[in-house]
Nanobody
Framework: QVDLAETGGGSVQPGGSMTLACVVK????????AGWFRQAPGKEREGVAS????????YYAPSMKGRVTISHDKATNSLTLQMTSLKPEDTAMYYC?????????????????WGQGSMVTVSS
């Protein structure tokens, strides 16, 4: 069984930075796809970034490319999403998610396990 526990989130001013973390319990020694998604009020859930823990280039959504970095720490089996130059339109609930196998072409409905969500508010 896989379980995800997120930490981070909160309020930040425009132009600021924030880091979200997600500890993954499960998938011990098994590579998997891990992603970060966000959902703003009244909008659909959208992908932010994803990474295959065995290697390869991470995927970044065009709206956030250059402003976010996704990483996976094998020692702690945890994910991190570093965000910079945040804008008010980045305000959303952010979720980490995992699924077995590679990340190729996976949408939100393809991910089996989700974190509880972390609210990020960008406002002056």
């Amino acid at each position: 069984q896989v379980d995800l526990a997120e930490t981070g989130g909160g309020s930040v001013q425009p132009g600021g930075s924030m880091t979200l973390a997600c500890v993954v319990k499960g998938y011990t020694y098994i590579p998997y796809c891990a992603g970060w998604f966000r959902q703003a009020p009244g909008k659909e859930r959208e992908g932010v970034a994803s990474i295959y823990t065995l290697g390869g280039n991470p995927y970044y959504a065009p709206s956030m490319k250059g402003r976010v970095t996704i990483s996976h720490d094998k020692a702690t089996n945890s994910l991190t999403l570093q965000m910079t130059s945040l804008k008010p339109e980045d305000t959303a609930m952010y979720y980490c998610a995992t699924d077995s196998g590679q990340c190729y072409n996976k949408g939100p409905s393809d991910y089996a396990t989700w974190g509880q969500g972390s609210m990020v508010t960008v406002s002056s």
